[in-house]
């Protein structure tokens, strides 16, 4: 089916449904379908078919691609040219799609240092509740001024309208990598991850599975040598073997009983006062709970450390989120602009 085909053929499902007052599920390999609130019943808006890479100039460090184009397929291109996306997304299957993963807003252990999925959209079309095909941003940096729309996309759970197109800004890959892993109990390790990233070391992630710190360092390999060397500590000779697990939520601790909860916080708060077992991502602000506690009890906790909790896995997604009644009225008001019937992911998002 031609390109064109495809896409008016989505318009023409979206404008269907917003007349008779029904809703869409919006799918793409649905690798990320467990995150999020509970589904209504909905039929199926597919975007798997809608794929493809449109742009990419490896000279300006830009790639556009269809939402529908599978992520693995994005790095493999990106890799043949030394180049990749700095934000290390999770992929949770091999079919996972660019335009999912954006939606969930997921990024990996360098996110950190690197900057998150949002820090590196630069446009997006999007199809929104009425069955219109919006463009937002650009395709260069130096088209990208104003408010960017294309950013609210980023973890909105295509609550504000099915991604078709987007362009994101790529990094080259580091030259050299390196991990040392130090053996450290909870409070040496929260101590040292908040004091690493104070000084110039070519961190590129940080995190401590309760037994033992791991900090990734890459750039150069005199430089990351040099470093090395300062800041002691045993090389993990099958560091990258981790770093990919931890990504891909294939450490053992994220296999055990229980609910995962992903508690973010400031990175130099003290653990919250929650039972389970605990793992330490992004310097300490991003911290992973497998636990039976209660919702109720997570939130609360959460909050009185001054973030937020999110049931990132977990049998009962009704209380998945929590949102102060401030941010939920306005993330309700911009829903209602892209998509007023809300049509889109019925329950998802839970505002």
Known sequence: MREQDLTVGLQQQVRQVAATGSALRIVGSDSKGFYGGDYHPAPLLEMS????????????????????????DIAVLLANQRQMLAFEPPSFGEQATLGGTLACGFSGPRRPFAGS??????????????????????????NVAGFDVSRLMVGALGSLGALLEVSLRVLPIPE??????????????LSMMNALPAKPWPLSALAFDGELLRARLSGAEAAVQAAAKQLGGDVDKVGEVFWWALREQQLGFFHQSGDLWRISVAPATTQP??????????????RWLKTDEPAEKIHAAATLAGGYAVCFRGSDKRQWIKLEPGLSALQQRVRSAFDPLSIFNPGRLQL
Not at 55 to 72: C, F, H, K, M, N
Not at 127 to 142: Q, T
Not at 176 to 189: H, I, K, M
């Open 176 to 189: 050299y990598e390196l991990t040392l892993v130090y053996a450290l109990n909870s409070a040496e390790a």
């Open 117 to 142: 999925a949002r820090n590196f959209m630069l446009g997006c079309k999007i199809l929104n509740g009425h069955g219109e095909i919006l463009n937002f941003g650009g395709r260069v940096m130096k």
């Open 49 to 72: 078919g809608h794929c493809g890479v449109i742009d990419y100039e490896p000279s300006e460090l830009v790639i556009t691609a269809r939402s529908g184009s599978r992520l693995q």
């Open 273 to 286: 006062a929650l039972s389970g077992r605990w793992l330490l991502d992004w310097g300490g602000a991003q």
